[in-house]
């Protein structure tokens, strides 16, 4: 069990894909993306294996939700800012996690 404190130091935001490229590099299969969360934090980048479910035609204005407080990891010549937030399908593929209604840009889960 964790603390309520211990939870309220994942900061977990709402942000929207707004580019969205394959990114050969990885290992593997993954895009690049570009997400807004709004003036307070700006434009994030992310690295997220989603090759088998989405393309980045349909990721694009796509809301999110991801950790935007860990500190950056760099994956072969990109730095990855935040993650992105999603679960296993039953053959393991990452399905993104979702909001039932848009809410704004910077939106902290709580």
């Known amino acids: 069990m964790i603390s309520w404190a211990d939870f309220e130091q994942v900061d977990i935001r709402v942000g929207t894909i707004v580019e ?7 290992r593997r299969p993954a895009y690049q993306l570009l997400l807004d969360f709004g003036p307070e934090l700006g434009i994030k980048k ?15 204005g796509r809301q999110v939700l991801a950790v935007v407080n860990f500190p950056p990891k760099q994956i072969g010549p990109f730095r990855s800012e935040v993650l992105v937030l999603g679960a296993p399908d039953a053959a393991g593929h990452t ?16």
């Open 46 to 60: 992310s690295s997220a294996q989603l090759t088998h479910h989405y393309t980045p035609a349909t990721l694009l």
């Open 20 to 26: 969205a490229h394959p990114f050969p590099e990885a």
């Open 95 to 110: 399905v993104l996690a979702a909001l039932a209604d848009s809410v704004p840009n910077g939106s902290k889960l709580h």
